[in-house]
């Protein structure tokens, strides 16, 4: 049977076009989740994509978090359901105290987006399986805020647990603490990761198609999960 990868649309999303393609060319159907609506639809997953919810107001993800979808994904996501915060989405996440930490203002207070280099450090994810561990990957990064921080304890903590699953290689686009790029919760379902996996899926838009891995790991891990 073919997974069914939910993506989220919120008021100001803007990449959950690409994330639904990357779905789709990773061989997964895509399911288009609305964020007033809390009903999942029987998705195997679920990616939150990019994008500018809710106009970034208060703080970037702080509104998205109260989203109606956002409460059944909570819950779904306490219970083993494979979530991917990608940039926005990564905020929600934390927002929605799913993964610890914070995204903050980049600290050159400049938007960047460029092509980035990540390692992959965790490759016992949901979302990473299918990448070797210490393997380097080239995809696009562009926020303005994606300055990962946490208290010291929790940065230890999650390099102790092997949490930190990607991290920024060959200069910090953001100033990220330990220039982490993308970390996991403790069940290793829930992924955020603020380089954008989505935009390097095929040759003819993307720096490369290292991105499809991320898509490709959740089918390979949902193969192996029970039903
Ligand atoms: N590409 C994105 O998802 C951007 C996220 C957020 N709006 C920021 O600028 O940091």
Known sequence: MTARVGVVTFPGSLDDGDAARAVRIAGAEPVRLWHGDPELHGVDAVVLPGG??????????????????????????????????????????CEAHLLPGALTRNQHLHFRNRDQILRIESVGTAWTNAFQPGQEVLIPV??????????PATLDQLEAEGRVVARYVGGNPNGSQRDIAAITSSAGNVVGIM?????????????????????????????????
């Open 142 to 151: 562009k926020n303005g805020e994606g300055c990962y921080v946490a208290d």
């Open 52 to 93: 500018f919810s809710y106009g970034d107001y208060l703080r970037c993800g702080a509104i998205a978090r109260f989203a109606p979808v956002m409460e059944t994904i909570v819950d779904a996501a306490r219970g083993g359901l494979p979530v991917l915060g990608i940039c926005n989405g990564f905020q929600i996440l």
């Open 195 to 227: 380089p954008h996996p989505e935009h390097a899926v095929e040759a003819l838009t993307g720096p490369s198609l290292d991105g499809l891995g991320f898509f490709t790991s959740v089918l390979k891990h949902l193969v192996g999960a029970p039903a």
